[in-house]
Structures are given as C-alpha cells and as structure tokens.
C-alpha cells in the first residue's frame, strides 16, 4: 500500500537557523513525484518544492531543498535561516503517474519558530 | 494568476441536512479533487474527477457523492450531514496527467451540529 509517514508532530526551530522535517514513504512504483506543501494558520495550502523521482539531483527552491534519498525512501524538506513567517504544519505527499494523478499526504509536522 | 474558490470559508448545519460544498477553478484543469483534513490524519482523499462527468472514489467516500457537470466546478455533496463529518474540506485542481503539483482552494470549515 502507497503511505506517507512524517514522524515529527511537531518541531521547534530558532530564528535564523536551519531546520528539516522528515518524510518516508513506502511504494513499489518507480514513477512517482514527491511534494512538500505549506499550510499557515489561514488555511490555504501553499506548494512548496516539488521532486521527481528520476531526478537525480535534489531540488531547490530558495530557502528550501529537498533531501532525496531514494533507496531509504525518505524526502526530507530542509528550511534554511527558518523565519517567524515559516511556522505552519508542513505536509509531504505523493503523487502516481497510473492512479489519474491522485496525491497522498502524510499527517503533517507543525513547525514553530522561535524567536 | 492560478485560483481555485470554495463557496463558504466556514459552514454550520444540523444533523440530517443536505450539505453542498462547491469548488471552481480559472485554470482550465481536467482534474479536481475533494479532501478532508483532520488533526493527526493529513488529508484524505474523498473524491476525485478527472474529466466532466467523471468521477472515482478515494480512501473516505462513504457519506458523500459529487458532481461536475462543467470543466470549471466541481461539488462535493453530504447526503444526509452527521457529527462525524464536521472537518476541513479541502478543493485542489490540477493539469491532466503530469506531475504537476495540485492547486488547492482556500479550505472550508464545516461543523455538524
């Protein structure tokens, strides 16, 4: 069964340095697309990085990459120089090229930044 | 710029009413999504539909049913609402079959009485 599984409920980073929250998955497909999206307190869910699973260098999006390691199956998010504005929940999700493009999420992590 | 919209940010109804949550996107996108979103859970998918007309069933469908009769909107409808359905639901598009990451709408908050 496909399954996103984040571990961390919640994290606690300080201004300014650097944070990553974790993401493991469990499939038996080879094509599969990798997602980290943001949710604030406001609701709207924000999209954040996105990674391939053919890509063979790790993406990057400003302030935050993607730690691909694709034979442990796990898609970290790295955040560097966390900001006040960061603290959210964080949710990983995938999506399958043969299932019409549905996207399974994990349970989230909820990251706060401390001052 | 991308927009997806929900018809109500937040939403009170009694036990036993017919709930419509309605859901329209500018994009042009083929497929469109309905989620749930609880505590401790992530988001679990209700209903997906990849063209008009079209529709599957995700992990949670039991209780609800949906309805896209145009490209652009996309309904997600609670026959007959009970407490156990007071959540956050969650409207995403996306372009067909490709990668591409899911546009979501800005959430409505349900609550059965």
């Known amino acids: 069964a496909q399954k996103i599984t984040q571990t961390q409920p919640g994290m606690f980073v300080q201004e300014k340095e650097a944070v990553t929250l974790d993401c493991t998955y469990d499939t038996s497909d080879q094509s599969y697309g990798l997602f980290w999206y943001k949710q604030p307190s406001s609701g709207e869910m924000i999209f954040l990085i996105y990674q391939g699973s053919y890509d063979e260098q790790n993406a990057t999006e400003g302030r935050y990459s993607l730690n691909f390691q694709k034979a442990r199956k796990s898609a970290n998010l790295v955040i560097s120089a966390s900001q006040l504005g960061d603290s959210a929940m964080y949710f990983c999700?995938?999506?399958?090229?043969?299932?019409?493009?549905?996207?399974?999420f994990g349970a989230g992590t909820r990251l706060t930044v401390k001052p | 710029d991308v927009k997806v919209t929900q018809s109500s940010r937040y939403l009170v109804k009694r036990t036993g009413e017919k709930v419509f949550l309605e859901c329209v996107q500018d994009?042009?996108?083929?497929?469109m999504f309905w989620y749930r979103q609880d505590p401790g859970l992530g988001l679990r998918l209700i209903y997906f539909s990849y063209d008009v007309k079209m529709k599957e069933k995700g992990d949670i469908p039991e209780g609800y049913s949906v309805s896209r009769e145009k490209k652009e909107r996309f309904s997600l409808i609670l026959e007959s609402a009970s407490t156990n359905q007071t959540s956050m639901y969650l409207c995403a598009s996306s372009p067909g079959h490709s990668y591409n990451e899911q546009f979501f709408g800005p959430g409505t908050r349900l609550t059965v009485l």
């Open positions: 999700a995938m999506r399958f090229w043969y299932n019409n493009n549905d996207m399974r």
């Open positions: 994009m042009d996108h083929e497929n």
